[in-house]
């Protein structure tokens, strides 16, 4: 058995002299414990992450219209609806689907949209490893 007690680690039995020690002794031990179940886990699996973002209905989108407009010229009757967005595709690391997931949804939120006017569709799938 091993403590902490101010700043050195003490092998062999413990002297624990005050409640204060105790509590220290407690959670250098159980950090310790959790560092090792860290490390056994399984390894992490990648993803392939696929962020679909869009304008949200009733925001102006003037390149859409752009389109719209010209594509008749062009020889494509009957198109409408055309609007202009952007995709983001990356590799994420994570313990299974769940947890890329909502990774994923996380920083496509927080970062990847405006969330006052855009929308995001996100899409995660196991990477390939070839």
Sequence with gaps: MSALLDGRWLNGPVLI?????????????????????????????????????RLRGGIADPAGATIERVLPALGYEGVTGVSVGKTVRFVM?????????????????????????????????PADDT
């Design 17 to 53: 002299s005050s409640w204060r020690d105790f509590v220290r002794w407690e959670t250098e031990r159980d950090m310790g414990e959790r560092a090792r179940r860290i490390d056994c886990e399984d390894p992490t699996m990648n993803y392939n992450v696929l962020v679909d973002v």
């Design 93 to 125: 690391e994570a313990a299974n689907e769940f947890e890329a997931e909502a990774r994923a949804n996380d920083l496509s939120a927080s970062f990847l949209t405006n969330p006052v006017i855009e929308d995001a569709e996100v899409t995660v799938r």
